[in-house]
Structure formats: structure tokens, C-alpha cells
């Protein structure tokens, strides 16, 4: 993964359907959406965000991506957080220092899920856990 001090100050998706195409060049990548079409932002915090980037270790060079959010405080009337269950999309984050990455592209892109967590003890976690994953020809890309 990138440099990410200071974790992740912001994260945001956008369906795969909402992408009219994708661009790129060297290690940045355009990405266009339809018109109407915007990112929805996720509620996160760096604590509770995690983007994990790894080196498939095969001979094509692929990355496997592996992203979870929790949200300790959702709500269950949030459409837009509940409706992305097993979407394909693109995640677009912003770093502690300011840089924005994308991850994912239109030809290449991640499947997202959503479970909801009741804590089986006092202390657990109790919230909304998406997780966004996929394999890639390519780590994360600067927004262009």
C-alpha cells in the first residue's frame, strides 16, 4: 500500500454501473462517472478503516485487495451504505497526508458485501462491517 501515515481520513465507492470509463497512465489513474453519478462518501475512521494491498506472488503481477470498514454508529435507513451488498464497485480514499488513490477500475473491479455485527459480549463490536475485495492487475492508483 501507499504512504499512509496518519491512517485514512476519508473513504468513499461508487457502483461500477455509475462509471462511464475508466483511464490509465503510469500509476494514476481518470475516472469519469456518468452524469447525475457522484462517490458516495463512507463514514470512517482511521481506526476502524483497514486497505490492505498485497502482491499476489504470480508470475502476472496481480494484487489482491482486501478493504473493511466498520461503522460503529450506522443507521439502518442509510440506503446508500445498505444497498451495496454484492455491488461491484470502484474505492476511492484520502490518506492522512492528503493523497486521494483509487482502487479498482471499470475493466477491473472489486465486489463489496455488508454484515451487520451484534456483539456476542458486553465489550464486542456492534455496527456495520463492509468489505470491499478483488484481485487487480495493479496496486492503487493516484487520482488524477
Same mark, same amino acid.
Given at each position: 500500500?501507499?504512504?499512509?501515515? %496518519?491512517?485514512?481520513?476519508?473513504?468513499?465507492? @461508487?457502483?461500477?454501473?455509475?462509471?462511464?470509463?475508466? !483511464?490509465?497512465?503510469?500509476?494514476?489513474?481518470? !475516472?469519469?462517472?456518468?452524469? %447525475?453519478?457522484?462517490?458516495?462518501?463512507?463514514?470512517?475512521?482511521?481506526?476502524?478503516?483497514?486497505?490492505?494491498?498485497?502482491?499476489?506472488?504470480?508470475?502476472?503481477?496481480?494484487?489482491? @485487495?482486501? !478493504?473493511?470498514?466498520?461503522?460503529?454508529?450506522?443507521?439502518?435507513?442509510?440506503?446508500?451504505?445498505?444497498?451495496?451488498?454484492?455491488?461491484?464497485?470502484?474505492?476511492?480514499?484520502?490518506? %492522512?497526508?492528503?493523497?486521494?488513490? @483509487? @482502487?479498482?477500475?471499470?475493466?477491473?473491479?472489486?465486489?463489496?458485501?455488508?454484515?451487520?455485527?451484534?456483539?456476542?459480549?458486553?465489550? %464486542?463490536? +456492534?455496527?456495520?462491517?463492509?468489505?470491499? +475485495?478483488?484481485?487487480?492487475?495493479?496496486?492503487?492508483?493516484?487520482?488524477?
Amino acid at each position: 500500500m501507499s504512504d499512509n501515515i %496518519g491512517g485514512i481520513s476519508a473513504c468513499w465507492y @461508487v457502483l461500477l454501473e455509475d462509471v462511464d470509463y475508466t !483511464v490509465i497512465f503510469l500509476s494514476k489513474i481518470l !475516472v469519469e462517472l456518468k452524469a %447525475g453519478k457522484d462517490w458516495q462518501e463512507i463514514p470512517c475512521t482511521p481506526s476502524k478503516t483497514d486497505v490492505r494491498i498485497t502482491s499476489a506472488n504470480d508470475k502476472l503481477g496481480t494484487c489482491n @485487495v482486501a !478493504v473493511s470498514v466498520s461503522i460503529p454508529d450506522f443507521k439502518l435507513d442509510d440506503e446508500k451504505i445498505s444497498g451495496l451488498n454484492n455491488q461491484s464497485v470502484l474505492f476511492k480514499y484520502r490518506t %492522512g497526508n492528503g493523497k486521494i488513490f @483509487v @482502487v479498482g477500475s471499470k475493466e477491473n473491479f472489486l465486489h463489496a458485501t455488508t454484515q451487520c455485527l451484534s456483539p456476542g459480549q458486553s465489550s %464486542g463490536y +456492534a455496527g456495520l462491517q463492509i468489505n470491499i +475485495a478483488g484481485t487487480l492487475p495493479h496496486p492503487e492508483l493516484s487520482l488524477m
